[in-house]
């Protein structure tokens, strides 16, 4: 078992920043991937950006919706992973969910990830 806990959440205005923490811990593997995912109300959970982590290093793909204003990051010694997000909008308001599939490859679905965290909400106000 993977536990995950999402932290950093909270109510921004329109342009401004938040960072998201994912804290990982229990089980490993030694290649994995990590993403962000995120839920609006009514909606479906939709994919916002990953990490694939292999011993030979690791990568990070994003959603065309964020590319270029959110970055993801990770501190291995921390086993945590980050998502810097800048030049917030009101359409990124959404539960951000942290998700971990002990696979790596570019996973952009929900169902492609084992593990979940309880989410973090994020709120842009206009």
């Known amino acids: 078992q993977v536990q995950l806990v999402e932290s950093g959440g909270g109510l921004v205005q329109v342009g401004g920043s938040l960072r998201l923490s994912c804290a990982a811990s229990g089980r490993t593997f030694s290649r994995y991937a990590m993403a962000w995912f995120r839920q609006a109300p009514g909606k479906e959970r939709e994919f916002v950006g990953a990490?694939?982590?292999?011993?030979?290093?690791?990568?990070?793909y994003y959603a065309d919706s964020v590319k270029g204003r959110f970055t993801i990051s990770r501190d291995n010694a921390k086993s945590t992973l980050y998502l810097q997000m800048n030049s917030l909008k009101p359409e990124d308001t959404a539960v951000y969910y942290c998700g971990y599939a002990a696979r790596v490859g570019e996973l952009r679905g929900a169902d492609e990830y084992d593990y979940w965290g309880q989410g973090t909400q994020v709120t842009v106000s206009s």
């Open positions: 990490a694939a982590i292999s011993w030979s290093g690791g990568s990070t």
